[in-house]
């Protein structure tokens, strides 16, 4: 597989992965013009895209989605997300929390603890290797952290600085949302998960959904590789205004 995280944080969100036989994004929170962009600079085209995979209805996660239905590109996800989203599309698969095929990619909808009607991750598996997308949740359970166990490459949130949260100018049922249990992970929350959990398979860690007013790229990077500083890997910082290089597992 190639990962590319085509844009990560609070004004958009879209991750594109390839396989042999499939090209896939998770989510599509930025427009379908910017996404047809970095496609292009991948060498590809969106009438090669297999699906758009929605981890859940917030506007961060699904900007751009019904421009993308529009051009025949499918949609994926759960009856819950598409009746909280408002949105218009003219065709919707359904997917339930088990695992199903599409093409060579097995994909598997993991549940997550975030507000939204049923917010999911996904472990992506091909070819022996296994990809998981955790991204906007507030904490994680056991089948989560099975999956950091197995996998090659994640995309992990490490939404905030705890610091930066508690002494910034939010209100304060904003930051008891931020750092509630259906919020985001902090960079402390990510690492340990990390540090706590992670084998040595896992190779590569994608820091996503870095807030712009809760955090800085810098406290991310030096917090999170603290505490993962025993485990060979090579962590790379998402941005929501460009996309990531391509990692190949």
Same mark, same amino acid.
């Given at each position: ?96 929390? %088990? @695992?199903?095929?599409?093409?060579? /990619? *097995?994909?598997?909808?993991? !549940? ?5 009607? #049923? ?75 990390? %540090? @706590?959990?992670?084998?040595?398979? /896992? *190779?590569?860690?994608?820091? !996503? ?5 809760? #955090? ?34």
């Amino acid at each position: 597989m190639k990962i590319s995280v085509l844009a990560s944080g609070s004004s958009g969100n879209s991750v594109f992965l390839e396989s042999k036989e499939s090209n896939i994004l998770i989510d599509a929170g930025i427009s379908a013009k910017k996404i047809k962009n970095y496609l292009a600079e991948l060498g590809k085209d969106l009438k090669e895209l297999d699906g758009v995979f929605v981890t859940h209805e917030h506007t961060d996660h699904v900007k751009g989605l019904e421009q993308l239905n529009k051009l025949k590109v499918p949609v994926y996800m759960n009856r819950e997300t598409f009746l909280s989203s408002n949105l218009y599309l003219e065709d919707v698969n359904f997917f339930q929390k %088990k @695992e199903f095929n599409l093409k060579d /990619l *097995k994909i598997k909808p993991i !549940a997550i603890s975030h507000d939204a009607a #049923n917010p999911v991750g996904f472990s992506i598996k091909n070819n022996g290797s296994l990809h998981g997308h955790l991204t906007d949740l507030g904490k994680y359970n056991e089948e989560i952290k099975e999956i950091v166990n197995k996998a090659d490459s994640l995309v992990l949130e490490t939404n905030h600085d705890i610091d930066m949260v508690l002494n910034g100018n939010y209100p304060f049922h904003l930051k008891e949302r931020i750092m509630g249990e259906k919020g985001h992970l902090s960079n402390i929350d990510a690492g340990l998960l990390v %540090k @706590e959990n992670a084998s040595s398979k /896992l *190779k590569n860690v994608f820091m !996503a959904h870095i807030s712009e007013n809760n #955090n800085t790229h810098e406290l991310a990077m030096t917090t999170f590789k603290e505490l993962t500083k025993e485990l060979k890997l090579n962590r790379i910082l998402t941005n929501a205004k460009k996309r990531t290089e391509v990692i190949k597992l």
